[in-house]
Nanobody, 116 residues
Framework: QVQLVESGGGLVQPGGSLGLSCTASLNIFSFYTMNWYRQAPGKEREFVASIAGTGGETNYADSVKGRFTISRDNTKNTAYLQMNSLKTEDTAVYYC?????????WGQGTQVTVSS
């Protein structure tokens, strides 16, 4: 059974930094595009960032460009999201998502709270 496990969430002050990890029990991890999404209370889940299997192509939501960085280590079956200059509006549950063709897998989410 495929599992994606996020970690690294927590409480941080505005302007601070936090790093998230997503470790996946996927065969041939490098075949999957890895994504980060987030869902704030009362809002729809929204795309944050994605990275191609080889790590060569990345995409970001406009709201996080220049502040967040997505990366991956295919030797560890892990994707990362480094979040800098955090704002209160970044508060949400962050989910990782793996996609390969019709195969889509989600993690259980990790809470990120930005508050003073």
């Amino acid at each position: 059974q495929v599992q994606l496990v996020e970690s690294g969430g927590g409480l941080v002050q505005p302007g601070g930094s936090l790093g998230l990890s997503c470790t996946a029990s996927l065969n041939i991890f490098s075949f999957y595009t890895m994504n980060w999404y987030r869902q704030a209370p009362g809002k729809e889940r929204e795309f944050v960032a994605s990275i191609a299997g080889t790590g060569g192509e990345t995409n970001y939501a406009d709201s996080v460009k220049g502040r967040f960085t997505i990366s991956r280590d295919n030797t560890k079956n892990t994707a990362y999201l480094q979040m800098n200059s955090l704002k209160t509006e970044d508060t949400a549950v962050y989910y990782c998502k793996a996609i390969r063709g019709s195969g889509i897998y989600w993690g259980q989410g990790t809470q990120v709270t930005v508050s003073s």
